[in-house]
């Protein structure tokens, strides 16, 4: 198996930048509940983007039973454990790798025993229904010149990226098609490039192909690529760390591993553990 370079040490501070110009934010909570709760009661969780779709359900339930709100800021996870590293507030990082949790862990900036894995991601083809016939059937597929642009996400430092690049040597195709690659600076902009047409194909996480109604997939073989364990851990930083350990642990709750799993997640209750 092809083990890519996680790149520990080779993003520039310019990453950090970045992260804030291009990440979403989001918040999510109960109506009405912003006029008796203050900053203080409410998290900050940084998330990789694949869980962009699913996160502000799984916050919501999460506000419904205990009252706390839940921000948001969604980009690539490597960018974002760059931007805790370097003195970034927040209360929980989410990672959909966990070398990016162990770089935030060797810095000194999270709590180790918190550190909880509640999902895998699984890798997807993803393409316009428009493509037809000349839809692959597998990653082999995509050496025909058919394919002009082929999108996946930058593996300088996103895991989905770092996934679909070892898939893609592990089938020998990656030298051939590497000069039609397209980079998307995080998963959800990787499918925009796709379903926008300004590529043919989209290696993405299963989860924000689900959510595209205008288009079709395929299963990257798991056996082509490291797991993806999607992890998530409260930073030292957080004021209120008994509220993030109570959100990183409904991750693990039967309701959020419902919306998880119909989001085209692996749960955590079928994860195989040593």
């Not at 993003?11 to 934010?25: D, P, S």
């Not at 869980?51 to 996870?77: K, M, Q, Y």
């Not at 597929?141 to 898939?167: C, F, M, V, W």
């Not at 760390?241 to 309701?255: D, H, I, Y």
Request: hydrophobic content about 40%; aromatic content about 6%.
């Amino acid at each position: 198996m092809i083990e890519p370079n996680r790149l520990r040490g080779l993003l520039c501070k310019g990453l950090f930048a970045l992260t804030l110009l291009t990440m979403t934010v989001l918040s999510v909570g109960c109506p009405g509940s912003g006029d008796s709760k203050n900053d203080s009661d409410e998290l900050l969780v940084l998330s990789a983007s694949n869980l962009s779709a699913v996160l502000p359900e799984i916050a919501a339930a999460f506000t419904r039973d205990t009252g706390t709100r839940v921000n948001f800021s969604f980009g690539s996870s490597g960018q974002l454990s760059q931007q805790i590293i370097q003195g970034g507030r927040a209360d929980v990082y989410i990672s959909a790798d966990r070398g990016f949790v162990d770089d935030v862990l060797s810095e000194g900036r999270a709590f180790e025993d918190s550190r909880k894995v509640f999902a895998l991601v699984q890798l997807v083809m993803w393409w316009r229904d428009d493509l037809g016939t000349n839809a692959p059937d597998d990653l082999s597929d995509l050496e025909g010149e058919q394919y002009k642009r082929i999108a996946i996400s930058n593996p300088n430092h996103a895991p989905t990226g770092i996934a679909a690049k070892a898939a893609l040597q592990e089938v020998g195709v990656w030298d051939k098609i590497e000069r039609r690659l397209v980079f998307g600076g995080s998963a959800t902009q990787t499918i925009q490039f796709a379903s926008s047409g300004n590529t043919e194909v989209a290696i993405v996480p299963k989860s924000l192909a689900v959510q595209e109604a205008d288009g079709a997939f395929a299963l990257v073989g798991p056996d082509l690529y490291e797991p993806l364990e999607q992890e998530a851990v409260v930073l030292k930083d957080s004021k209120i760390p008994g509220k993030a350990t109570e959100f990183v642990e409904f991750l693990n709750s039967s309701e959020a591993e419902q919306l998880l799993s119909a989001s085209g997640f692996e749960v955590a209750a079928v994860i195989p553990r040593d």
